[in-house]
């Protein structure tokens, strides 16, 4: 029997169709069967419209369920769509706008389609920025977020909404796994990925791609679309709550014709103060944790997360791990993480000493002034690629050429310091001792040949944290060895900058399993040096502080504004002698190394609870291990190292951790973001650890899901 031209009976039925571009139009109706496949129902919609132009960059979209149809050969039964849904035909490119870690906006054409990850990379690219695996987005966040645990949020309903699938709700920003057993020959465990995203790749209009971003607050209206800012659907991150008004943020670009790319390898001018006022400042070492609840998770779209066309988005570099740092093709990236660097440092969300902080505001001045300078050509003074490859495999080889070390003889540093064992509620003094470190042991005596008072630790898996202040004279190291009963902790104080130099560049290989013939050590000796004599304090200014301004809040942090006061230019132009003969280039350099060197560099905080514990405790990642850390103090409690790791996996129900070491399991559940968020930072710092030097290497995409997204 036919009805309205259609065969009745045959098991066809009804499906509506929104097409986006036609914002006017109610929703297609087409006849479909439950094998019809994706490409087909597209396909009979193009053909139903009968508008002649390029659909190649559509794509549906199912707002019920929050997830695109791009696998073209699936049918609607194998996504489970019926005869009650209602799916949006929109195209994959749309316009977002996004910060980078210089602060400026850029308003681009990004595929909401594809993973996060594969968003970035494209978007890397057109940027020149190299390695994008240690970049990624992240939302922009509130003082509010600050206040409470992503739990907490999650459960007053502040944050999330309730994507109905079927009879579950289930959030729109987290993988849905399901465990399965361990293949043979690999440490990591896999799991299912559920959504059945594709990574395909749209193409794009690349006249269009980068644009300034518009000097109007993204729009709010009342259209029903999910497809813009003002639309329903949009999952954790609530669009009226004001995170999409891009000048919360940030000055926009100049003009759409005169914006050039190359300037992204140059500093921005100074934001102003209101826009300085928004920024978040974390005040303790929860606030920091807690921050990380705004990146995105790599494997699903940004659309599948609550980002929506117009929305504001923020360009961070997630993993602290950086490769090849190499100023002749790696401009942008270095003046990118230069203003990464600069803004933690000012915003305090990461901590350094009154001298370190002169010396990060001298080099800063250094970079403003050599801006309108010529510089010399990196390409004619850098050293010849064959000739770099050539050094770097001898120094693999043979060891530094420098240090043309006895390689029959195993070095060793051996001199008198001052050691103290702290223990809480006893007030210990500084003891002499003749201290021997050899072979990744350190060993203390009293006097030299008394074996009553000789005892030893060992510095593989310790932590390293310097204790220098140079306008005291202080030069101390504190040493946490790990232990069964936890970390024991150990102070020492050396005599001078050269003796600190040496100890500590031992503390620091040894920690990592390194002993003092390392090729590296030398290397490793002069970084410390001359990251002290950097914060040395000049007789003299080379700069006439009456005859230059500063404005203290673009170069120090609040805490130290407060502290140093009026002395603030002064004290800056005397750390300025020091760097004042850098170059552009020299200068943001030694502000990245001078970052790296901090003690709490490339630690990414969150709050957890370890199974079987009642409070709170604060989970450290960093490039290459975890540490378990007390809530308020961050005192060390124990390290766990990737390599001492056998087996991990997460339990996506429960949402929680367990890891499988050498001599025990833990397990822990994050409180201030999902979990997997933590996942994502241990599998992401471990396929950082894969990389090698080879420059034909191809970025191992699905390598990188399987170890952060744990599908197989």
Not at 338 to 355: D, K, P, S
Not at 626 to 639: A, C, F, P, Q, V
């Amino acid at each position: 029997m036919f009805s309205d031209g259609n065969l009745v009976g045959d098991g066809s039925w009804e499906l509506r169709v929104l097409v986006t571009d036609l914002r006017d139009e109610e929703p297609r109706t087409l006849r479909v069967k439950g094998d019809t496949h994706i490409g087909g129902v597209m396909l009979q919609l193009v053909e139903d419209l009968g508008i002649s132009m390029d659909w190649s960059d559509h794509a549906l979209w199912w707002p019920e369920r929050n997830v695109w149809l791009t696998r073209t050969r699936f049918t609607l039964d194998q996504y489970g769509v019926q005869a009650d849904a209602l799916l949006f035909f929109t195209p994959v490119h749309k316009m977002l706008n996004v910060q980078l870690p210089d602060r400026r906006v850029l308003h681009c054409k990004v595929d909401f389609s594809i993973k996060t990850f594969n968003s970035v990379v494209h978007l890397c690219k057109e940027l020149g920025i190299r390695y994008p695996e240690e970049i990624s987005f992240c939302r922009p966040l509130s003082n509010e977020h600050l206040k409470q645990n992503y739990t907490q949020m999650k459960r007053m309903g502040q944050e999330r909404s309730e994507i109905i699938r079927g009879k579950s709700p289930l959030p729109p920003d987290t993988n849905t796994f399901i465990a399965t057993s361990q293949s043979n020959g690999s440490m990591y465990s896999r799991h299912n990925h559920s959504t059945g995203s594709s990574s395909s790749s749209g193409s794009s209009n690349g006249g269009e791609r980068f644009l300034c971003a518009p000097i109007r607050s993204p729009t709010k209206s009342g259209i029903s679309s999910p497809m813009g800012s003002g639309g329903s659907g949009n999952g954790d991150w609530n669009s009226n709550s004001g995170y999409n008004n891009i000048h919360s943020y940030s000055p926009v670009l100049g003009g759409i014709n005169d914006f050039d790319m190359d300037a992204l390898a140059m500093s921005p001018p100074p934001l102003t103060s209101d826009l300085r006022a928004k920024m978040l400042k974390p005040k303790n070492l929860m606030e920091r944790a807690r921050m990380n609840v705004a990146w995105l998770d790599s494997s699903l779209s940004i659309m599948e997360q609550g980002v929506r066309e117009q929305d504001t988005i923020f360009l961070r570099f997630k993993f602290y791990s950086f490769y090849d740092l190499n100023p002749k093709y790696d401009s942008v990236r270095i003046n990118q993480l230069y203003e990464q660097a600069r803004w933690q440092l000012l915003n305090e969300e990461i901590e350094c000493t009154e001298e370190e902080m002169l010396m990060f505001a001298a080099l800063q001045l250094q970079v403003n002034l050599q801006v309108n300078v010529p510089q010399p050509d990196i390409g004619l003074d850098g050293e010849d690629d064959i000739d770099a490859a050539l050094n770097d495999l001898q120094i693999t080889l043979e060891g530094s050429s420098v240090n043309n070390r006895n390689m029959m003889h195993s070095p060793e540093l051996s001199e008198s310091l001052r050691v103290m064992r702290p223990k809480k509620f006893t007030l210990k003094a500084f003891k002499k001792y003749q201290v021997t470190c050899r072979d990744l042991y350190m060993n203390f005596q009293k006097s030299r040949g008394d074996p009553e008072s000789a005892f030893s630790i060992s510095l593989k898996g310790c932590e390293v944290t310097p204790d220098v202040n140079l306008s005291q004279g202080k030069f101390g190291i504190k040493l946490e060895v790990p232990g069964p009963d936890g970390m024991s902790e150990y102070w020492i104080r050396c005599d001078s900058e050269e003796q600190y130099s040496k100890w500590m560049a031992a503390c620091k290989l040894g920690s990592k399993g390194k002993t003092l013939a390392d090729s590296s050590y030398e290397t490793e000796v002069n970084q410390i040096r001359t990251f002290l004599q950097m914060q040395q304090r000049a007789p003299t200014p080379a700069i006439n502080p009456s005859a230059f301004e500063i404005t203290p809040q673009d170069y120090v942090s609040p805490r130290h504004i407060k502290k140093i006061k009026s002395k603030l230019t002064q004290r800056i132009l005397e750390a300025h002698a020091n760097v004042k003969d850098c170059n552009l280039v020299e200068a943001k350099m030694n502000y990245i190394k001078a970052w790296q060197s901090l003690p709490d560099f490339g630690l990414s905080l969150f709050v957890v609870k370890f199974n079987g514990q009642k409070k709170d405790e604060l989970l450290g990642v960093t490039f290459n291990r975890i540490m378990r850390m007390e809530l308020n103090s961050g005192d060390h409690i124990k390290t766990w190292r990737y390599n001492a790791m056998k087996a991990w996996n997460v339990n996506w129900e429960v949402k929680m951790m367990m890891i499988q070491l050498d001599d025990e399991n833990i397990s822990f559940s994050c409180l201030s973001a999902d979990c997997k968020v933590v996942h994502e930072f241990i599998g992401g710092y471990i396929f950082l650890s894969l990389r090698s030097k080879d420059s034909s290497q191809i970025l191992n995409e699905e390598l990188f899901h399987k170890l952060t997204g744990g599908w197989s």
